[in-house]
């Protein structure tokens, strides 16, 4: 009797041990796209990719108008000659891309249209990454700075060098995720995706997002 009595409290303190050691690990991973996000990396390169987000018909949705205006102002900074918008259409009536949106917004704030590079056709960051690494084959550019958001900065990272393009982070200074409820709901997405992703890698398939 004691013998059976013993089994459900040990088998109760291995479960507890592992949910202590799977809660830890998650708070590292945490943790680890935090220190990601509260890095500027930003240095000298051939160019800066804006990672797309949402548009409004012609106008950039709050958090993708945070994203364009870091991008100018590493340009005008001198830290690379070219700006990558990428971004294709949000839905089937979209009049313009989310990169053409940004190429319009940069040509009125005083960008050159030299300057600017722009894609159409993705609709994840991983397509993002995969077309902006196609244009700067096309026009032999091989170190960039990556702007997106704090949260999302660690994931750009990781999928940018998967897609073979040397590069660096800056996320925007400011967002739109200020609440702790947003921020906290966006934190868990990318811990998510941090686990999606490794998965896919091991497994050889590539999820969308």
Same mark, same amino acid.
Request: hydrophobic fraction near 60%.
């Given at each position: 009797m004691a013998v059976n009595r013993r089994r459900p409290r040990r088998l109760l303190r291995w479960t507890l041990r592992l949910l202590a050691l799977g809660l830890l690990?998650?708070? =590292? $991973? #945490?943790g680890y796209i935090l220190w990601v996000g509260g890095r500027d990396d930003a240095a000298p390169a051939d160019a800066i990719i804006v990672l797309g #987000?949402?548009?409004? /018909? #012609?106008r950039p949705s709050p958090v993708f108008e945070e994203r364009i205006r870091h991008g100018? /102002?590493?340009h005008a900074r001198g830290l690379a000659p070219r700006l990558i918008f990428t971004g294709g259409y949000g839905g089937a =009536?979209?009049?313009f891309s989310e990169s053409q949106v940004a190429r319009r917004y940069a040509l009125r704030n005083g $960008?050159?249209?030299e300057a600017i590079?722009?894609?159409s056709a993705s609709r994840t960051t991983r397509e993002n990454l995969h077309?902006?690494?196609k244009l700067m084959r096309e026009h032999g550019l091989r170190r960039a700075i990556l702007v997106s958001d704090p949260l999302h900065m660690a994931r750009a990272l990781r999928l940018a060098r998967q897609e073979g393009i040397e590069a660096v982070g800056s996320a925007t200074p400011t967002t739109r995720f200020r609440t702790w409820n947003a921020s906290w709901r966006f934190l868990a997405r990318e811990v998510y995706f941090f686990h999606r992703d490794h998965w896919s890698?091991?497994?050889g398939s590539h999820a969308l997002p």
């Open positions: 690990w998650l708070a =590292g $991973v #945490a #987000a949402a548009a409004y /018909d #012609a100018m /102002d590493l =009536g979209a009049r $960008v050159p249209a590079l722009i894609e077309e902006a690494h890698q091991l497994t």
